[in-house]
């Protein structure tokens, strides 16, 4: 019955309906609410199955899975929007797949070919489609791709017999909330790195996860609302925010993010930069030494497909707090990228994909 398929680990649950979002579309928050379902694919024997819309948020796993004992998990996120001439549209999900292909690759998974990645992510949209936030609220439909070894590990083994796509979807607004430019207060991490330098930083591995938790839930509980991370090394360049890229823009209104291979790829941080081109702002990728430059910077932002780009009020190293004194450039780029995310603003860069 289908109480029991959504209500299985948590008695009461059940599977929402338009009528529940009615009044929320505006105010969705962050969550994970029960929809129609996911699209599933399994690998086995070398090969991609066709893939199925699967309705329980349950799955029969191996209790050796490799995901569940080694990490083995690259998952992505991507949006869907309606769009105001009544279409819905994915963000540039090639770049996503590109990205999930790397992470398969540094942790020796089967790749998901472009073509099913779009495939899954459109199906999973068109099967909760009326889950996708109707235009002109602050909000789109969350596609959250997952690849994992499903199949048994015990040994480092390279492959397991059984790997698995899900892609997984849910209504939401944005991850700080409605609160962009109001912004929040970094803690600068002396205690705790993100990533090595030679590591798994750069792809979506589920451990990178797991790695910021501690860290973030202690500045958390300090009252600042994220980390940065500096590099592992020296702890002398900046590496990225929890969950977030860094950017910074200078004075004469230089758009700088730091280069190193331990940084998620964001593929949010790649469009602004192509947004920032557009608008004649210089666009350098170069590493950023913390204390000698920090005070450079008129404007820091933190950026990521959940967040798009967020105001940082300030940045806490030590006993020394560096206040940032506006958020105007970012803020208009914030503009133009969700503008062009609903159709308001002409999609120059062709990034926007029918569903
Ligand atoms: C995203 O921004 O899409 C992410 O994957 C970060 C996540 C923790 C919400």
């Keep these: ?32 609410r029960p929809v129609n379902g996911h699209i599933k694919y399994t690998w ?14 349950y799955i029969l796993l191996h209790i050796n899975s490799g995901a569940l004992h080694y990490g083995v998990s690259v998952f992505e996120g991507l949006k ?33 070919p472009s073509e099913m990645f779009v495939e899954g992510v459109s199906e999973a949209v068109k099967h909760n489609a009326e889950f996708v936030p109707p235009y002109g609220n602050n909000a789109s439909m969350y596609v959250r791709p997952l690849l994992f070894a499903s199949g048994e590990m015990l040994g480092l083994s390279p492959l397991a017999q059984e ?20 912004g929040v207060d970094a803690l600068v991490m002396e205690e705790y790195d993100r990533a090595a330098p030679m ?99 008129e404007e820091v932002g933190m950026c990521g497909t959940a967040a798009v780009v967020v105001k940082v009020k300030s940045l806490t190293r030590g006993d020394k707090v560096f206040k940032t004194k506006g958020f105007d450039r970012l803020a208009k780029l914030r503009a133009k990228f969700t503008g062009i995310q609903c159709g308001d603003v002409p999609d120059e860069h062709g990034w926007m994909l029918d569903v």
């Excluded at 996503?96 to 540094?106: D, L, V, W």
């Excluded at 790997?163 to 109001?182: D, K, Q, R």
């Design 163 to 182: 790997y698995t796509f899900f892609v997984t979807v849910l209504p939401a607004g944005g991850y700080f909330g409605s609160g962009a430019e109001e």
């Design 1 to 32: 019955p289908e109480e029991e398929v959504y209500s299985y680990l948590t008695p009461g649950i059940r599977k929402t309906t338009v009528e529940d979002l009615a009044d929320k579309w505006d105010n969705l928050g962050f969550t994970i």
């Design 199 to 297: 590591g798994t930083g750069a792809v979506k591995a589920a451990g990178n996860y797991a790695a910021d938790l501690e860290p973030v839930h202690e500045s958390k509980a300090k009252g600042y609302g994220t980390t940065l991370y500096l590099d592992a090394k020296e702890r002398r360049y900046i590496e990225e925010f929890s969950v977030c890229n860094f950017v910074g823009i200078t004075k004469d209104g230089t758009f700088v993010t730091p280069a190193a291979g331990s940084i998620l790829a964001s593929t949010t941080n790649k469009m602004l930069q192509k947004l920032a081109e557009a608008e004649g702002m210089k666009v350098e990728v170069r590493p950023i030494d913390f204390d000698k430059e920090i005070e450079s910077f």
């Design 80 to 112: 869907a929007f309606a769009c105001k001439d009544g279409m819905v549209r994915l963000m540039n999900p090639l770049l996503n797949a590109a990205r999930m292909q790397e992470g398969a690759r540094k942790l020796r998974m089967p790749e998901v």
């Design 44 to 57: 086995q024997n070398g090969r991609w199955d066709k893939g199925a819309f699967v309705p329980a948020p």
